[in-house]
């Protein structure tokens, strides 16, 4: 068997050990002759194990007893109007920093709802930067700030957590929660799709605090109610089991590789390893973006020309290594480094990339 260099950028690379620990267990989770897929959802095994993910976040993360975790589906897409049909007041306001793609859908199904302010760092029709903290209005009527901690498509990131004048700050971490430290004293709620560093797709992990979720409006429809997704536990109805069980696994493993302090210190020698491969290439690859707000979970650059890109991609697929397409919208190449891709593996990409350049440049 030949495990992939999986760069794909989601649903993306899994830690072996979390695969193995599932494929041992299939038949029989926790002596009950059952998958996990099998067991019932009230059962006291699958509560168990749905309690212990939930606190396990809340353990790695850093927070009290005052955030709530949820699990939800639809992804994170979902969570785009549903923030703001749960917290933006009749005729209230919310400010967005917008930083790329994914902010900006954001935006796009927030403004159904409401006024919202939007500040961007859009210039071009394209992003290659964060937002600098002058540059961060705040508008003393908004119910929250909304932001995007790691832009997936662009290849940037946030290196600093913004001043919101003391506003309920909400962000979007799909694609870099739990590969670094967060300082969870800024946020009132942070949520992610799973599938790029928290296992596969089909959940979403929120975390609320509590006195933030008690701003939610009530009088919403049962499934699209935060409110009520957390009184019943995320068990309002059936939810993800395998997706849960999976996280669970996920959280587990990111426990034994030191936690956050841990995982940042793989992600920052990934990230450095690859940058420096491009930098040191006279300019044959190119990073797009503004250098002290590179990602250290998507790595994008782009070819001399785009028949170059293409071949880049076809030779990367034969020497196995998947998923270095840059997204569609953008074009050039994409490594996405996730906390399960080894520093072994992003050395062996940078071998690549230089054998490339020599037969290529
Ligand atoms: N936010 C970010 C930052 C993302 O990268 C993505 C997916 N790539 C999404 C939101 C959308 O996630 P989903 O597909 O789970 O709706």
Redesign the pocket.
Known sequence: MKRAINFN??PAAIPQEVLEKAQAEMLDWKGTGMSVMEVSHRSKEYEELHNHAQSSFREIAGMGGEWKVIFLQ?????Q?PLIPMNFLPEGGCADYLVT?H??K??VKEAKRFGKINVRTSEADGVFRRILKQSEIEIDPQAAYVHM?S????FGTQWQYWPEVAGKSLIA????DIFSRPIDVSKFACIYA?A??NLGP?GV?AMAVREDFLARAKEDLSSMFSYKVQQANNSLYNTPPCFSIYILDLTLEWIKKQGGLQGMQKVNDEKARVLYEEIDSSGGYYNNPVEKADRSKMNVVFRLPNEELEEKFVKEAKAAGIIGVKGHRSVGGIRFSIYNANLVDNVKKSVDFMKDFQKRNG
């Open positions: 950028a989601g639809g992804g994170a897409s979902t785009f790329g994914w902010s859908s954001a995007t790691n832009n997936t498509i979007d971490m799909s694609s799709g599938q790029k797709s979403v």
